[in-house]
C-alpha cells in the first residue's frame, strides 16, 4: 500500500557505477553473461550434488501430483476480485500452478540421465499452461475492470505486476536450466516463451512508463525491486537481440536506483522484517544477478546494500519471531531464503548479520516451492555441501548486543540481556501513518518474554479488496482500537504522514527509552499533549510504558468521531491467555499460542489503580491470524478516572512472570 513519499537521494548505483550502466557498455559486459551465472544448465555435473540435498518432501510432492489434473484457474475465480473481494480464489490456484511447475524443473534439473521424460513432460506442461493463461496479473492487480468495468483480463494490453513478474522470471529460469531438453523433446515451445515475455513483460515495460511501481513520483515500495530483479532475470535469459537486452537491463538499474535512493541510511524499511523480503531481499538478489551477469563490472558493495543486510537481524526477538509492523505476521514464514541473506553478509564483512542467517538457514527445512523458482535453483545451487541444513536451534543466536534504535522509523528494540532474547525485549515505534502497508499504530509496543511476544501486534490479516481499498481502515488489525496505543476521547488515529509521532528522546545503549510526542497522531494541537515514554530497566527485569496527556476541553474538530466520548483509554492487545486481578495486576501467559512449547509469561502491574479494566476478546476466524496466535486476542482497556481524563499520568509496568 503506497501512501507516502520519501525523500530520495542521490542514486546510488548510476553514481557508483556511471557509465557502466549505460546501455552502450552493458551490451559488453553482458555478452556471455549466461555462462557466468551460478545457476547452471540441467547439464552440468553440480546438479548431480544438487541432488543429494535434502529434497525429500518436494520429491513426494512432485511424484503425487504427477500426471495428475494441474490446478485451472478460471475467469470465475479471476472475477470473484471484482465481484465480492476474494483475491484468494484465483491466487490460490495460480499458485499452486507455479509452485507444481517450480517442483518438476527441479526434479527434470537433478534427475539422472538428464533429461528424464517424465519430468520433463510435466515441465512442458506447467510451462505451456503459463503461456496459454489469458493473464500473468492477479486479478487484485489488473486495472481492466477501472478502465473498461470488464471482469475478464484483456489479452490486449497485459498489466505488468508482481504476478506477471513472477511467472516471467520462472519461465526465464526453467528456460535456462532445461533449455536444450526444450528443445529436443518439445520443438517450438521455447520460441513461444520468448514471444509472450515479449508480448506481456518487455514491450509493456520498455513503452509505458506509466507503472506506479516504477517510482517516478517519488513514492518507492516493494513492487519496485521485486519486479525489476524479475524482469533482469528475464532480459538476460529470454531476450536475444542484444541491443533490446541491454536496453531492458539498463532501465532496470534505473528502476532499482530509485528504490536503493529511498533507502534511509539506517537501512530501515517502513513495510518491517516481512516485507524486506520481498523488498529489499529481491533489490539484493537482483544486484547479486547483475554482478554475477557482468562478470563483476557492475559492483554491489554499496553503503546502502551494506545498511540493507543488516535489518532482519535487528527485529529478531528470539525464535521464529519478528517484530512485526505493518502488512507483517509475527513469525517469520518457513521457506525464507536466509542462504541469500548469508552469502550477502559474508560478501560485506557483516558478521553479525551472517551468523544470524547462518543459524536460519541451518534449521531451515528443504527448498520451498512457495519461494519461487529462481530462489529455489540459487538455493541448491549455492548451499555448499549442503550438510548443514535441519542442524542446531534458534535457540541461542547472537542478537545486537543491547537492541538497537532506527531514527528513520523510530523503532527501538532494547533487550534486557545484551546479544540475547533471554528475559523480556521491548520494541517501540514512532513513525507516522503514511507508512508503505500502513496499520495506524504510531506509538505501539510490543513485549516479549524469552523470544515470545505477549503484547503483541496482530499483524496481517488475509487480503481482499477491502485491504487496499478505501474501506481499509474498518479492518480491525489496521485500526489503533486493536493496537497498544492510547485513545484519547476514544479516538482513531488519523491516516497520513502528518499523523505522526514527535521524538522527545532518543534510545542509548546506557539509556533504552524512547519518549514520543503522540498528540499529532490523533490530530490533537501539540504533539506534547500526549507523551509516552517506553523503557527497558536491565538491572530489576521491568519494561515501563508511561502515558502522561494533558488534552483541550474536547476532540478535535475534523477528527471527532461521530458519538465522541470524553473517555480516556489506553489499550494493550495481547495474545495467550490473560487473567486480571482484583490488584491492579494481571497474568499473561502464552498458553494458546500454537507454537510456544515452553511456557512464558508477564506479569503487569498499573497505577493508578483505580483505573477501570475493560477486556474485549477478537476470536480469530483468519488463518492467517490463528496460526500465529491461537484462538483469540484479547484487547486490555484501562479507562482512566474522571478526575484523569483532562490531564493525567498512567504507567504500565512489565515483568516476567518467576
Not at 511424484?63 to 470473484?80: C, D, F, M, N, T
Not at 550438510?387 to 542446531?392: A, L
Request: charged share 20%.
Amino acid at each position: 500500500m503506497a501512501t507516502g513519499t520519501a525523500a530520495v537521494e542521490a542514486p546510488p548505483l548510476l553514481t557508483a557505477w556511471g557509465p557502466y550502466a549505460d546501455v552502450a557498455s552493458l551490451m559488453t559486459s553482458l555478452r556471455g553473461s549466461q555462462d557466468r551465472l551460478t545457476v547452471r544448465q540441467a547439464s552440468d555435473a553440480g546438479w548431480q550434488r544438487a541432488a543429494d540435498r535434502p529434497l525429500a518432501e518436494l520429491r513426494a510432492q512432485a511424484s503425487a501430483e504427477k500426471g495428475s489434473p494441474w490446478p485451472q484457474p478460471l475467469v470465475s475465480h479471476y472475477a470473484r476480485y471484482f465481484r465480492d473481494g476474494n483475491r484468494t480464489a484465483y491466487e490460490g490456484l495460480v499458485a499452486r500452478r507455479q509452485q507444481r511447475l517450480t517442483r518438476a524443473v527441479v526434479m527434470a534439473a537433478v534427475a539422472d540421465p538428464v533429461p528424464d521424460d517424465g519430468w520433463l513432460d510435466e515441465v512442458i506442461d506447467g510451462a505451456y499452461l503459463l503461456c496459454e493463461q489469458s493473464s500473468w496479473s492477479w486479478a487484485a492487480h489488473d486495472d481492466v475492470f477501472t478502465r473498461s468495468g470488464d471482469v475478464v483480463p484483456d489479452r490486449s494490453r497485459p498489466y505488468l505486476d508482481l504476478g506477471a513478474g513472477e511467472v516471467v522470471a520462472q519461465l526465464a529460469w526453467l528456460d535456462h536450466v532445461l533449455g536444450a531438453a526444450l528443445d529436443e523433446r518439445a520443438p517450438g515451445l521455447r520460441r513461444r516463451i520468448r514471444l509472450e515475455t515479449q508480448e506481456r513483460v518487455i514491450r509493456p515495460f520498455l513503452d509505458r512508463l506509466d507503472w506506479h511501481w516504477l517510482g517516478l513520483d517519488g513514492d518507492v515500495h516493494n513492487w519496485n525491486p521485486w519486479i525489476h530483479s524479475n524482469i533482469i532475470a528475464a532480459a538476460l535469459l529470454l531476450v536475444d537481440d542484444p541491443d533490446e537486452q541491454a536496453a531492458v537491463v539498463a532501465r532496470c538499474i534505473e528502476g532499482l536506483d530509485r528504490f536503493l535512493a529511498s533507502i534511509p541510511a539506517d537501512g530501515a524499511i517502513d513495510e518491517g522484517f516481512a516485507y524486506w523480503w520481498n523488498g529489499a531481499g529481491r533489490a539484493l538478489e537482483g544486484l547479486a544477478l547483475l554482478e554475477e551477469a557482468s562478470g563483476g563490472v557492475l559492483d554491489p558493495d554499496l553503503p546502502v546494500v551494506r545498511a540493507l543486510v543488516a535489518f532482519p537481524h535487528r527485529m529478531h526477538l528470539g525464535g521464529r519471531w519478528f517484530l512485526n509492523v505493518a502488512d507483517g505476521p509475527a513469525r517469520a514464514h518457513d521457506g525464507l531464503p536466509w542462504d541469500m541473506l548469508h552469502r550477502w553478509a559474508v560478501r560485506l564483512g557483516d558478521s553479525e548479520a551472517a551468523a544470524h542467517a547462518a543459524a536460519f538457514a541451518a534449521v531451515e527445512p528443504e527448498p520451498n516451492a512457495a519461494a519461487g523458482l529462481g530462489r529455489v535453483l540459487t538455493s541448491l545451487t549455492q548451499l555448499g555441501d549442503g550438510k548443514r541444513r535441519n542442524e542446531g536451534s534458534l535457540g541461542h543466536v547472537l542478537l545486537p548486543s543491547w537492541g538497537t534504535y532506527l531514527p528513520s522509523v523510530q523503532i527501538m528494540v532494547a533487550r534486557q540481556t545484551p546479544g540475547s532474547s533471554d528475559g523480556l525485549t521491548l520494541a517501540a515505534k514512532g513513525g507516522h501513518n503514511g507508512e508503505h502497508h500502513n496499520h495506524r499504530d504510531v506509538g505501539s509496543v510490543v513485549v516479549a518474554v524469552d523470544g515470545v511476544p505477549l503484547l503483541v501486534d496482530a499483524g496481517q490479516p488475509t487480503y481482499t479488496a477491502q485491504t487496499f481499498g478505501p474501506d481499509r481502515y474498518r479492518i480491525r488489525a489496521m485500526q489503533s482500537a486493536w493496537h497498544s496505543v492510547p485513545a484519547p476521547f476514544g479516538l482513531e488515529q488519523g491516516t497520513g504522514s502528518s499523523f505522526a509521532a514527535t521524538v522527545l528522546q532518543e534510545p542509548t545503549p546506557e539509556e533504552p527509552t524512547l519518549a514520543l510526542g503522540l498528540g499529532a497522531a490523533y490530530g490533537l494541537d501539540h504533539a506534547e499533549q500526549w507523551i509516552r515514554t517506553s523503557l527497558m530497566n536491565r538491572e530489576p527485569g521491568s519494561v515501563v510504558i508511561d502515558d502522561r496527556w494533558n488534552l483541550p476541553a474536547q476532540a478535535p474538530e475534523g477528527n471527532r468521531p461521530p458519538e465522541a466520548a470524553p473517555d480516556v483509554d489506553i489499550t494493550y492487545l495481547v495474545a495467550g491467555t490473560v487473567s486480571v486481578g482484583t490488584d491492579a495486576t494481571a497474568i499473561i501467559t502464552s498458553v494458546g499460542i500454537p507454537t510456544v512449547s515452553s511456557p512464558v509469561g508477564l506479569h503487569l502491574r498499573w497505577k493508578p489503580a483505580t483505573a477501570v479494566v475493560l477486556v474485549d476478546e477478537w476470536h480469530l476466524d483468519d488463518p492467517l491470524l490463528s496460526d500465529i496466535w491461537g484462538e483469540k486476542l484479547t484487547r486490555i482497556r484501562f479507562r482512566m478516572p474522571a478526575e484523569n481524563r483532562a490531564s493525567g499520568a498512567f504507567t504500565l509496568t512489565v515483568e516476567a512472570t518467576p
